[in-house]
């Protein structure tokens, strides 16, 4: 059974940098479709990022240009590079791995909690 846990969330100051990592166990991270959402207090959840099996990735207007997904796939694990952090970021980060054939599989991780204030 495939697990995710995600790390390296905490504090930041506006305009600040943080990197969240998402390690994989019990699969292949190469074989899933990687998603970032994060879901503020009283908000609907939002997908921050995603990156796809040819490495192309996808980011919402609220964060082009300042987060980057990417994958390391020997160690088996996504992150997600933020820069230049806004108060508005702040939300719980988790990440969700797809995989597409007879039946869709995803998983979630139990998320890491991300607060940018001055």
């Known amino acids: 059974q495939v697990h995710l846990v995600e790390s390296g969330g905490g504090l930041a100051q506006p305009g600040g940098s943080l990197r969240l990592s998402c390690e994989v166990s019990?699969?292949?991270?190469?074989?899933?479709?990687v998603h970032w959402y994060r879901q503020a207090p009283g908000k609907e959840r939002e997908m921050v990022a995603t990156?796809?099996?040819?490495?192309?990735?996808h980011y919402p207007a609220s964060v082009k240009g300042r987060f980057v997904i990417s994958e390391d796939k020997p160690k088996n694990t996504a992150y997600l590079q933020m820069n230049a952090l806004k108060p508005e970021d702040t939300a719980v980060y988790s990440c969700?791995?797809?995989?597409?054939?007879?039946?869709?599989?995803?998983?979630w991780g139990p998320g890491t909690q991300v607060t940018v204030f001055s």
């Open positions: 969700r791995l797809l995989k597409y054939g007879p039946h869709v599989e995803s998983v």
């Open positions: 019990g699969g292949v991270l190469e074989d899933y479709v």
């Open positions: 990156i796809i099996a040819s490495g192309d990735t």
